[in-house]
């Protein structure tokens, strides 16, 4: 029988993404979890790929760009509030935040968010000053 689970949103991150951004987690289940992530005004996270997870992401607030790359298209989208995009697995992809606020994103991964080891850094379109670990 399914046990109920519920969060409320921090206040603080739970931690540094491996691509630099903040994440506070949120619930999660076997099949997938969630997540909000909070790119600071003016940052560039680091490119990164996902070695099994698929990710939806919805922007909630704060403005930017997503790069991603696949293995048949390339491209960058303008990331506003209201705007959701999937980042299927293998997809290199990257982050600015080019308004004055922070970008803030709900994230949903299937299946569940497997632990830092899934993001592996790749080559990105810009050059990254949010930076975490060894490059």
């Given at each position: 029988?399914?046990?109920?689970?519920?969060?409320?949103?921090g206040?603080?991150?739970?931690?540094?993404?491996?691509?630099?951004?903040?994440?506070r987690?949120?619930?999660?289940?076997?099949?997938?979890?969630?997540?909000?992530?909070?790119?600071?005004?003016?940052?560039?996270?680091?490119?990164?790929?996902?070695?099994?997870?698929?990710?939806?992401?919805?922007v909630?607030?704060?403005?930017?760009?997503m790069?991603?790359k696949?293995?048949?298209?390339?491209?960058?989208?303008?990331?506003?509030?209201g705007?959701?995009?999937?980042?299927?697995?293998?997809?290199?992809?990257?982050?600015?935040?080019?308004?004055?606020?922070?970008?803030?994103?709900?994230?949903?991964?299937?299946?569940?968010?497997p632990?830092?080891?899934?993001?592996?850094?790749?080559?990105?379109?810009w050059?990254?000053t949010?930076?975490?670990?060894?490059?």
């Amino acid at each position: 029988m399914a046990t109920f689970t519920d969060k409320r949103l921090g206040t603080v991150a739970d931690e540094i993404a491996p691509d630099g951004s903040e994440v506070r987690r949120l619930v999660a289940l076997p099949r997938g979890s969630m997540g909000h992530f909070t790119i600071p005004a003016g940052q560039i996270i680091r490119a990164v790929r996902h070695k099994s997870v698929d990710e939806i992401w919805y922007v909630l607030e704060g403005s930017g760009e997503m790069w991603r790359k696949g293995p048949a298209d390339e491209r960058v989208i303008s990331l506003q509030k209201g705007v959701s995009l999937s980042i299927p697995v293998g997809t290199s992809f990257q982050v600015r935040s080019t308004g004055r606020q922070d970008l803030h994103v709900l994230g949903q991964t299937m299946p569940r968010w497997p632990g830092d080891d899934e993001a592996e850094i790749v080559a990105g379109k810009w050059t990254a000053t949010l930076v975490t670990g060894e490059q």
